[in-house]
Each structure stands twice: as structure tokens, then as C-alpha cells.
């Protein structure tokens, strides 16, 4: 297929080489023209606008930071993809951003004629290097279909949860809040653990040895553990980021979520100590802190 | 092996079952003596006191609701375990107490000569059936060795967490928060994705059907999606119980947990609303009434 | 002095009223004609748009209830305020609107040429009559002097905080903070009272005549002690809406703030119990549902 | 009238001084007998024993930190009150202990035929030395009107709450809650406020200038801005006992009180750090530490 792709952070780079490696012909576009010029040996093409990687082509896929950054590449004057992508053709939008931003996209593109599908993703740097994703996809279902091609070549699964794409949306933000919480209830833990003079690995391994034997449980329960948040897999920044997209869609629907309002708090707190970049499973720092306990004893 | 066993309920029968199955001879005490009578056919002996199932034996199991049945059992003048317990048996006390109890057990029955292992144990009535508990002991090394056949009919698993008996009960509380700690994640990403008007089982299905692949997330999911409490698998009272035992040691160790504070006023709350005999995972029922979501539409 | 207003709601038409009396010349403005109508047999000139009501005053005072309000009477294209209030002359913001906006006002402003002050109040519509409100003023010192007249023509008492107008609308916004966690606090404490079966206007009558002797305690003590919040004194609504801005202001600084947003989320269940209208105290009313405590015997 | 009087820490010594100076034949018990002799050459007599200041009085009061200090001289095998006092003699309890201990001393004493008032107070050292404490006592009316020349003569004001004694502590706990919520909320305002470049003693000078015009809030309010917290008015430690006795009330009752819970996350991260000794108003402390505010620019 004929694609378009703009982003390639760490999550869109080997999203975008699995598209090629697919057989897709792709147009890519990046703020930071070098990493677009990466793919070029692969046979990529490079565009100079965001409305260069849009046009003539059948499906666009962004995986972009945040909210910003997506209307940056969507509305830019003059040279947006709104602008430059065809009649019929479809937005494929798998960063995490908001369900208002999502919703106003799905209108956006319906009045020019365009299509649009909501296709965010769990799974970090090495599963999108594997085409191990998890996809969540909502739009219209015909849509859903012709994208197919593409998805299965980035992602292992897809979820499809109906013709709303803003659905997708949320649903992210959710498993997003529940892996935030894990962390936080981790961090707890280990703190009591540590403080009580018993061996966090020790208490970790009973844990995935039985009834949480699952890879977010060892992987976050081992960094937590070591108590070294560095280099990031996931930035707490971007953990706040939707963490505070959480809640606007708590607060829209009027849903008190006290546990996402606890983690807010020591995303804050983290900020404040200079962990914004972090991994987000530094708000355990937190919670040794205040427990007195001083940095691991490495 | 010559064993007693303190405890008959839905956990401590099949557990007692087991034991017989495997080979030891065992004299069963139970406060209502009927639910004793039942392994009567299976060869278990009816002792009239606790310390009748603990005279003679080189192994006594408690698997008791809590610290005041513990103590009842123990410390019962005239006819107490602690004074018909043989010098040189062990007492394994296998169910939920507190860290302090467990101490003073370990102390006492240091002072008369006996030994004293803690065990207590993750996994349900059905887990217990099928001798598939995950058993956290700790205790004097020789004596974990000691008691291991005991265990292993019992439990597809044992983690000896060290020779501090406490350390376990430590360790088995901190794992129920983490359980709780799940469920009310679970309520508030539920409650925001129902109010939003999406289908919480499509949302359990991804969960599950991705990073949350485990039967924990599945079956507590399944209850929480259903809003439907009723029979409880683990009472709402004694989730509560657990959770307050929890505070105690974090309380002792200056540990502020959060978290932990949040799921205890959900459970207070339930209590308010009559649901002390639902099952735990009903404090979903607050994240839903204070979302303003009517009982499920069933 | 030659002056405009913008806003005549529950709280802007005495304040208006109270300039007029102090013989001031006043151009009212309202989205609503008949409350700018109601003010004419005063002696005020009614002004047919936004920048009506600016254009040849010396002075512009704007008492509305968000930052939408405030925007589209400022930057309405054709007929906004920015566009007509003279150079020289100064704008007084009296609303409780984001620090955010204060910002931007203030450098909007300060580029034509024209002067800005930030003055929110402390006080309900009674004290805005009586012309007893509390004013947190900042802004250039100069123009705070030349506002003096018109200051203390509505309020007892006006506190200069700087020069830094958006200062005075943090202060604000943590006042308001101050109270809802107040009512917060007087909410719990009046759940534990009447469970334990002890009569709360008791409980207010110790506290009212001892500690806590104020009228902000035993106004809104009166008002939870009742379980009766309509009609507003000032609307649940408006309480979330100062709510989020607080936390916009504290998410700024990366300063967590619990207790706010423990309070947010009784906003949330209030809402969504449909008490969007009735007083801010209402979030007293979840305390008492958590309890389990039915509506006030009344 | 003839009384006898045990504790004499820092309220109790200047209650006992205030009752001599009124007349009444005062007979003195302290653990530590150099307070009490200091007492001597106003005319107080010692006793050795906490029986020996209860034979042969009339009323007694007791003045003492915590529950298992009260256990201690009532209950103490031997010489303790409870069998020195004699029938129709009234025991005042005018610490701050739990509803439950004051419900088993209100029975005890029924059974011995004595009597049996609670009555905690309001104020710090400095308002007991000048006899200016509010009262909160409950207990049979008969008595209570018998001990009003004693309570008289240490406070300015006795609320009666009741025939029922255990009332009168419940409510002096939930009158320490409040003031526990009004200190940790004017540390969350004053961080923002710090974290926002403003003065807190200017945010301070219009708080209590204007609607929260209370010593209660000046006095605290100017411990909070200085961030520094010894010597301690009232000890953190105790403050964190008041808590929690709080907490097994609200537990007791099923009602959930959400801030007294952060509160005590509060508590115990201060006694993490070691400020056990401190003020309890040294909860400040944490809120500037998650704040990433250092310690107060002395």
C-alpha cells in the first residue's frame, strides 16, 4: 500500500522499518530531518512537509508525542496533512493523545472527505521493534478493514472496539492509568518491604512466581527493585502527559478516580525532584522518600 | 506424619483433606464440631479442645480467620494449644494474622520448647481443593525442612522467605494489597469506561487478551464487570481485616501508603452500604455510585 | 471616574450599584440587556457590546464568572474590549479567572498601550452589597492607587500583593481552596458525629463557640449541618471550575496537592449526582452517601 | 472540695496549680515525683501511689498522654484507682484517650458504684495556665453539675454534651481533626504559593485579615511560613496518636474519612524523617518536601 508515516521517535522508527519490511511503499516525515534520512537505505521516501507525507498517498499513519504535535503536523498552514491528503484516504493515529483531540480529527477529516482511524498501542520500544504491539482500533469498520495490512505489520493483535475512533482513545488512557497504578501500588509495597528490613527481590520473585507471573509485573517490579529509573523506557513526563488526558476524560464524564489523582500527585512530586526524564516508574522514589528511605543501597 | 489441624473452614478442609490424602494422621479440631465430623470417614481423629488436636502431635496446623481466633485457640486456658503442644513440635500457623501476633507466637512458643513456622498461604477455596496453594513460610530453617511434606500436600509451592517467622505474615499481607489495590484500579478504569459508554467486557477482553494476561486480572475483571457480589469467594469483612492488619505494619515501620489508606475507606464505605458478606472486589460498588452509575444493567 | 462594567450577575450588580452610589459614572454592559437595565434608573448608560462599555472610561472593571466569559467580552473581533478601552486606561479584572489568563491579559494590555489590574474578591453576593467584600489587588502600583477610589467603593478592605497581577489570582484561587477543604473537613467530621449518634448542630455549637469562632464556620456549618444546599450561595459548579484552576496553577509548579484533589473528586460525584446547581457545600453530601448515611432527617 | 489529680505534664501541672489557687485540698500523683513536689509549697499533697490520690476524694481527675497511661494508674494491681476511689466519688478524665477505653472506665467505674465524667479540652499550656481551656464533658448530669466548681476553675467554658461520657472524646477527636485538615491544607496552600514566588506571610496577613480571622489560623499560620517547628507546642507524635484514635472511631462507625487518612500518610512520613518531637503542625514539612522545596530561606 501506498503509506505515509510522520514520526519516527523511538516508537515510530521500527514501526515505519516493519511497514517496509512489509512491502509498503512509505513517505515518511520527521521534525528532525536525520532521522527520516535512517530509512532512506531502506528505499523510504523522504518528505519535507508534513503535507509532503500526506499526499497521494492511501493511508497516513502520525505517531506523535502528545496533542501538540499532532495538530502541528494536521493543521500546519499551508503545508498540513489536512490540506494534503486525498479524498478517501485514511489518518491512521496511533500515539496516545486525547479523546477530545481524537474527536475533533474523526470531524475534521470527515468534513474534507478523509478518513480517520483511532489505533493507539501498548508495548514499548523492543515489541514495536518486533511488530509485537498491541493495537487498539476504532472508526468506521470498512476503514478498520483496509488497514489491516498495515497494522498486522507493526502490531501482533488488534483490537477492534468499534466505529467511534475516540473509543480507541480511551481505552489506551485506561490501560495506561491501570499500569500507573501497578506502580504505584508496587512502589508501596516495596517500600514497606525495604522498610521492614526484608529483601525486595525476594518479595518480587514470590510475586511472579505465583500469582502475578507476568511480564509488566517482573519488568516494572525489577526496576522499582533496583531503584534506578534511568535511561527511560517510558519518560515520566509522558507518564503525566496521560495520566492528566486521563483525567480530563474522568472529569468530562464525571467520574471520580481517586487512585489516578493519587498518581498525578507524585508525578507532581517527582517533577519537583527533577524526574521528568526519568522512567515513569520513578514516582517510587516518592514513595521511599517519604518512607525515609534513603536511594538504594546500590 | 503425626499432625493436629486447627481450622475447618472453606480454606482449612480442604487443606485438612489433602493432608489425609497424602498419608498423615491427623486429629482435627474445629469450634463447630460437625464441620469436623465430616473427615471423620477419611480417618481423621475429633479432638473435644484445641489442645486435644495438639497433644502428642509432631505438627499442628491453624488455619484460622484471624488473630482473636488464633489466640483463642492458642492461649485457651486449661485446654490451649500452647500448653498440650509437645516440646520439640512445631505449630505451622498457616492463615492471615498480623505481623504482631505471629511474633508473640514465635516468642511463646520459644519459651515452652516448641517451634513455630509461619505459612500462610495465596489461593482460594478451589486452589486449596486441588492442593494448588502457594504457601510463604518462614521459620527456623530446620524446622521449614521439618514440615515440608506437610506443606507440599498441601500447596504447589513453597517460598521460605527466611528463619523470621513475622516476615512471611509481612509478605502475605503486602501480596492482599496488591490484590486490592488491582481491584479498585479495576473499578475506577471500569466505572470511567462505562460511564463513557463503552462495553467494560470489550475492555476486560483487551486487558486480558494483551499485558494483563492473568487469571487474577480475568477473574477478578469478570466479577467487577458483572457488579454481581454475591457469593463471595473472600469476604468483604475479611479483605478489610487483612487491609487493617496491613496498616498496623506499615504504622510500625512509618510508611505512608496511600494507596493502601484509599482501598480502606472504600471498604468502610461498602461496610456503610451493607456488603460486609459480598466479596471484596465490591468495593467496585463505590467507584460506581460515586460515578452515579446505577447497579449494573444485568 | 468615568467608568465601565462588564458582568452584572449575582455579584457584579452591587458592586455596580455600589460605584454608582459612590458617584461614579458608570457604562454597564451584560450578555443579558434587562440586568444592565435594571441599573439605569440609577443613573448608568447601558452599552450595546463589550467594547461600549470601554470605550472613553478611564477605568473598565469586568466581573465574570470563567475564563470563556471574560475572554469573549476581551477579544470579541470587532467590538471586544481590547479594541476600545483607551490608551492609558486601566482594566480591572474582579472575575476569579486562571493565573494563565491574568497572564495573558496583562501582556495583551501592556501591548496597547493600556493598563491592567487583577482584583478578585472574597465575599458572597450579601458582602457585595453591603460593599463589605475583601479585594486581592496586584498590578502596576500606580494603577492600583488610581483604582483606589473605585476599590473602596465596593469592598471593606483591599490587600496589595504586587506588581505581578496573576499573583493576586493564585491568592485567590488558594483562598477558595482554603474553604472547600473546610467544608471537606466539616463534611467528615459531621458523617462520624451523626453515625455515632451524636447530634451535629452540638458539635457546631462547641466548635463556633470555642476554636473555630468565624463566621465562614458557622455559616457553611449551618449550611452541611442541614443537609439542605439550595438554593447556591455560590454553585457547585463554580467550585470545580476554581477547583481546576487551582490545580492547573499547582500542576504549573509542580506542587501536589492532595487535599485538592481529594476534593476534585467529591466535585465529580456531586456532579454526578446531579448537584451542579445546588451550593458547593453539596460535596458534603457524598461524605454522608460513603457513610451510609440517608439524606438528612429533615 | 476535696480532689486528687494525676499527671502533671505540661496541662495538667497548671490545672492542678489552678484548682489549689480556687480553694479545693488538691492530693498529687506523678510518675515522675519531682512535678509533683514542685507543687508542694502551694499546698498540694503527694501521693505515692495513683490509689493514694484517689482514697478518700471526692473527684478525681486524671490528666494523662495516652490510653495506656490512663490503664496504667486506673488499673494498676494493688494501688491503682480503681480500687481507691471511693463509691459516689467521680473520676474526670480530661485527657484526649478513645471512645473505647472512656466507655470500659465509664462501666468499670458504674460497677464499683462510682462515677464516671469525660471531660477532654481545647487549648494548649499557656491557655491552661490561665484557665482559659474549653471543656467538652459528658457523663451523668447529676455529676456533672457536681464537678462544675472544679472545671470551672481551669477553663472559660463547659460544654455539656450528654448523659453518655464517651461522646465528650469523640468529639474533642474530630475537633483535633479539624484542626490536623486546617494545618496540612494551609501547607499544601502555602507551598503553591512558596513554589508560585510569593510571600506565604503576605498570603498569611490576608487570610487572617480578612475571612479566616482566628488565632488558631494566625498561630499556625505563622509556625507553617517559618517552616521551623520546635520546640513543639504539641507534639507530632501525639498528634499522630489523636489520629488514630480518630481512625478506629470513623473505623468503628463504617465511615470513611478520606482526609483524616492522608493526614496520617502525613504523620508517618514525618516520623520518617525523625520529626516525631516536632510540632504537629511539622506535617508542613512533607508538603514542602514533595514540593521540591527546601527547607525555609531562614
Known amino acids: ?54 499526499s497521494g498517498v492511501e493511508a497516513l499513519v502520525t505517531m506523535l508525542a502528545d496533542d501538540r504535535a499532532v495538530e502541528d503536523v494536521i493543521f500546519a498552514p499551508g503545508h498540513g496533512v489536512i490540506d494534503s491528503l486525498p479524498a478517501g484516504a485514511v489518518h491512521i493515529s496511533m500515539g496516545t493523545i486525547s479523546v477530545g483531540l481524537s474527536r475533533r480529527l474523526s470531524e475534521t477529516h470527515h468534513g474534507k472527505g478523509q478518513h480517520y482511524i483511532a489505533a493507539p498501542v501498548l508495548g514499548r520500544p523492543a515489541a514495536a521493534a518486533a511488530a509485537k504491539l498491541f493495537i487498539i482500533a476504532a472508526g468506521p469498520g470498512g ?77 516494572y517490579g525489577a526496576i522499582i527493585a533496583s531503584d534506578i529509573f534511568e535511561p527511560a523506557g517510558f519518560k515520566l513526563s509522558l507518564g503525566l502527559k496521560d495520566n492528566r488526558l486521563l483525567l480530563a476524560s474522568a472529569e468530562e464524564a464525571d467520574v471520580p478516580m481517586p487512585i489516578a489523582g ?10 519537583a525532584q527533577g524526574l521528568g526524564d526519568s522512567d515513569w516508574a520513578a514516582i517510587a522514589r516518592i514513595a521511599y522518600q517519604n518512607s525515609g528511605l534513603a536511594e538504594a543501597a546500590k
Chains 1, 2, 3, 4 share one sequence.
Open 143 to 219: 476503514q478498520s478493514k483496509r488497514c489491516q495490512p498495515l497494522l498486522e505489520a507493526m502490531g501482533q493483535k488488534t483490537f477492534f472496539v468499534g466505529e467511534d475512533a475516540p473509543a480507541a482513545n480511551l481505552i489506551k488512557l485506561a490501560v495506561n492509568f491501570l499500569f500507573s497504578s501497578m506502580i504505584e501500588s508496587l512502589a508501596e509495597a516495596f517500600a514497606l518491604v525495604r522498610k521492614s528490613g526484608l529483601d525486595v527481590n525476594v518479595f518480587l520473585g514470590i510475586l511472579t512466581g505465583s500469582v502475578f507471573n507476568l511480564p509488566v509485573y517482573r519488568n
Open 262 to 271: 493519587l498518581v498525578h500527585d507524585r508525578y507532581l512530586a517527582a517533577l
Open 1 to 54: 500500500m501506498k503509506a505515509g508515516f510522520i514520526g519516527l521517535g523511538n516508537m515510530g522508527a521500527p514501526m515505519a522499518r516493519n511497514l517496509i519490511k512489509a512491502g509498503h511503499t512509505l513517505t515518511v516525515y520527521n521534525r528532525t530531518r536525520s532521522r527520516a534520512e535512517q530509512l532512506q537505505p531502506l528505499g523510504a521516501n523522504i518528505a519535507e512537509t508534513p503535507g509532503g507525507a500526506a
